[in-house]
């Protein structure tokens, strides 16, 4: 295993192919990872598309805009490519990109398998999705697919069997990811790359490889379960033929809590990063946040039942309290990120807003869900609008703050191009001000009493003047993706070439070679003696600041 | 003991003492057999990365790269390869099969085999 990564050897074999047939060959694990995130990008603009059909069907009362059969599908679809085909993915796509630059290595451990899993991840998602085209329609049971309601008896289309089989797809492509993602670090790193100077964001990665490891298994064979349900006679799930229907609840949530970690660890990285460069200081406690991720994901295995509490057949003690524990390390984690900030010489770049942005929301988030950690709080928020505002807060205001910081961080790096400063602040404060019209008045709409999942809602005027508001805050979301799109537009037509560090003051490894990278990554390696390599390399009157 | 080891020592550590923990709150044995697996998982890495300690030297592990070793060029690479999206397709096609058509499964089977021999071919 020794000096893989680095050996001088025989000039690489490639046959370099060019145009499409060059991304279908592509094993690169630069192309792998923008092949993720403009995969993951689409999902993002139909999802959202969703959404906008979901709050304008709600923006009034007793409102036909679609049919109710109609808005289970697009609620269930909204929800399972926010979190199945964007969220998580978009942070493989980024990891994909960033972990051999930031260890130093040439490409990931195992190529092929890295390729092999974003192509089962695009084709389960379109599987997915091409039951909207099939008898009877596209999936309607919500983005959990509870049993009965996922059973053939009531979800009698083929949309449920491809729903089945095309997140069975991605959860097998999850897993293929993450040995690459816990091996590259792990054995291919540069010399001089200890463990202890890899990035947080390379950390945060290998904590999640570890809860993909743990948690997508369990999800693969309770859809198995549920197919064989389905189409074998089997009764897993079937209370009249001795099957238990909250057996489907225990093993899908062992998988549905450690992936709300899945998607929010990366995130972690992503903020840890962007906090740094854009306070001109090294990251304040570094071991505090590698640790917390792993005690994060570790926590996060023992909580999957707090999802359940209202079944009223789980152990409520020791899921609430574990669920408690949780914000232990997440607390270490924001007390360092307020820390790092502490007397650096700030700047507000774009990056640097949506992380301020990730926070105030991520921390709404945070608070929502010690509540509804707590059973009793639990029994009157669960299946109202109170939760669907805690996730969103905690998805949404965390992981699509990041997503955007992690995009504008990182996209001269990818494509070599700086995207407008004007049109990144307008799309910021479009999407800090949409997100919160969206998803405060949800918070209110919950403690009212309205139920999540409804098709329409009575005419009640308190009601009808905060769903109206949220809709409102929707459509500014809309313009402010549109913005996004725009900005890339404009920007593109500027392109420029680079530095190395177009920030100034990034650190980590990525930032010490071409923008974008060349094919192998580095044309050369540079020493690597502190956590800030590329920092040391720029600014080396400065290196003795770098810790080692 | 390399701080790979240290990951897994502390993972496992961690799964016996929630499945501990869980047994002894719940008595409930599915839940405790599954947090268990996890720490038996990360025992067999465990095992397997203290049997191979000896044989492996990471250059990563170095805290101070040899000046020689800065500034080398990285050779190693990958090259391109049709089989991951072709096996993928033949992944796809399979399990669509075994639940809408048990001919595309037998076909796509079929195809997925040749598809691994070829991957194998290839790496090897």
């Given at each position: 295993m020794s000096a893989v990564a680095t050996t001088a050897a025989a000039p690489p074999r490639r046959l370099v192919k060019h145009g499409i047939l060059g991304w279908l060959v592509t094993t690169n694990h630069k192309q792998i990872g923008i092949l993720?995130?403009?995969?993951?990008?689409?999902?993002?603009?139909?999802?959202?598309?969703?959404?906008?059909?979901?709050?304008?069907?709600?923006?009034?009362?007793?409102?036909?805009?679609?049919?109710?059969?109609t808005y289970n599908e697009v609620f269930t679809l909204h929800g399972t490519a926010m979190i199945f085909l964007f969220i998580a993915p978009f942070g493989f796509g980024i990891a994909n990109f960033l972990i051999p630059l930031q260890c130093g290595a040439a490409d990931m451990a195992f190529p092929r398998l890295n390729a092999f899993g974003y192509w089962l991840f695009l084709l389960g998602g379109l599987t997915v999705f091409s039951g909207v085209f099939a008898a009877g329609g596209g999936a309607s049971a919500g983005w959990y697919a509870y049993t009965p309601l996922s059973d053939i008896r009531v979800s009698s289309g083929i949309g449920q069997d491809l729903w089945f089989i095309g997140l069975t797809l991605t959860s097998i492509s999850g897993i293929l990811t993450a040995i690459n993602f816990l091996v590259t670090p792990i054995v291919f790193r540069a010399p001089g790359m200890t463990m202890w100077r890899l990035p947080v964001f390379t950390w945060e990665m290998i904590a999640t490889s570890l809860l993909i490891l743990m948690a997508f298994p369990p999800l693969t064979a309770a859809f198995a379960m549920a197919l064989m349900d389905r189409h074998a006679n089997a009764h897993f799930f079937d209370p009249t033929r001795g099957g238990d229907p909250v057996l489907y609840q225990h093993t899908f949530w062992f998988f549905g809590h450690p992936e709300v970690y899945v998607m929010i660890l990366p995130m972690f990285g992503v903020i840890t990063e962007v906090i740094a460069v854009f306070s001109r200081k090294p990251v304040f406690g570094y071991t505090g946040l590698v640790l917390s991720a792993f005690?994060?994901?570790?926590?996060?295995?023992?909580?999957?039942?707090?999802?359940?509490?209202?079944?009223?057949?789980?152990?409520?003690?020791?899921?609430?309290?574990?669920?408690?524990?949780?914000?232990?390390?997440?607390?270490?984690?924001?007390?360092?990120?307020?820390?790092?900030?502490?007397?650096?010489?700030?700047?507000?770049?774009?990056?640097m807003l949506f992380a301020i942005g990730f926070l105030l929301n991520f921390l709404v988030g945070g608070i929502t869900g010690v509540m509804v950690a707590s059973p009793p709080i639990d029994f009157q928020a669960n299946g109202s609008y109170f939760l669907v505002s805690h996730f969103h807060y905690t998805l949404g205001g965390g992981s699509m703050f990041a997503i955007f910081a992690a995009l504008y961080f990182w996209f001269p790096k990818i494509w070599g191009v700086k995207l407008d400063e004007r049109w990144g602040r307008f799309n910021f404060w479009t999407m800090f001000v949409g997100f919160n019209v969206t998803f405060a008045p949800m918070l209110f709409l919950g403690m009212m009493g309205m139920p999540r999942r409804v098709y329409?809602?009575?005419?009640?005027?308190?009601?009808?003047?905060?769903?109206?508001?949220?809709?409102?805050g929707t459509a500014i979301i809309t313009i402010s993706v549109a913005s996004f799109a725009w900005n890339v537009i404009v920007?593109?037509?500027?392109?420029?070439?680079l530095p190395e560090d177009p920030w100034g003051s990034a650190y980590t490894l990525e930032w010490a070679t071409s923008s974008p990278p060349p094919e192998l990554n580095f044309d050369s390696l540079p020493p690597i003696r502190s956590k800030r390599p590329a920092f040391d390399k720029h600014h080396p009157e400065l290196a003795h600041t770098s810790p080692p | 003991m390399s701080i790979a080891t240290r990951i897994f020592i502390s993972s496992m550590t961690f799964g016996i003492l929630v499945a501990v923990a869980y047994w002894w709150d719940t008595r409930e044995v599915v839940g405790t057999f599954l947090l268990g697996l996890f720490a038996v998982g990360f025992a067999f890495v465990v095992a397997f990365?203290?049997?191979?300690?000896?044989?492996?030297?990471?250059?990563?592990?170095?805290?101070?790269?040899?000046?020689?070793?800065?500034?080398?060029?990285?050779?190693?690479?990958?090259?391109?390869?049709?089989?991951?999206?072709?096996?993928?397709?033949?992944?796809?096609?399979?399990?669509?099969?075994?639940?809408?058509?048990?001919?595309?499964?037998?076909?796509?089977?079929a195809a997925f085999l040749v598809v691994i021999w070829q991957l194998v071919r290839e790496s090897v």
């Open positions: 993720y995130i403009c995969t993951t990008l689409v999902f993002f603009l139909i999802a959202g598309f969703l959404a906008d059909v979901i709050r304008l069907q709600l923006a009034g009362p007793q409102q036909n805009f679609v049919s109710p059969h005690a994060i994901a570790g926590l996060s295995m023992g909580v999957w039942a707090h999802h359940m509490f209202t079944t009223g057949a789980v152990n409520d003690p020791f899921f609430s309290a574990m669920s408690f524990l949780i914000a232990v390390p997440t607390g270490i984690k924001f007390f360092n990120w307020i820390a790092t900030m502490w007397r650096g010489a700030i700047s507000f770049e774009t990056p329409t809602y009575p005419a009640i005027p308190a009601w009808h003047d905060l769903n109206l508001l949220a809709s409102i920007s593109s037509r500027k392109r420029e070439a | 990365l203290l049997s191979i300690r000896s044989k492996t030297k990471l250059d990563g592990d170095e805290q101070r790269a040899p000046a020689e070793l800065a500034g080398e060029e990285i050779a190693v690479v990958s090259a391109e390869s049709p089989w991951p999206v072709v096996l993928a397709v033949c992944a796809t096609c399979m399990v669509i099969g075994i639940v809408l058509h048990p001919m595309l499964a037998v076909f796509a089977l």
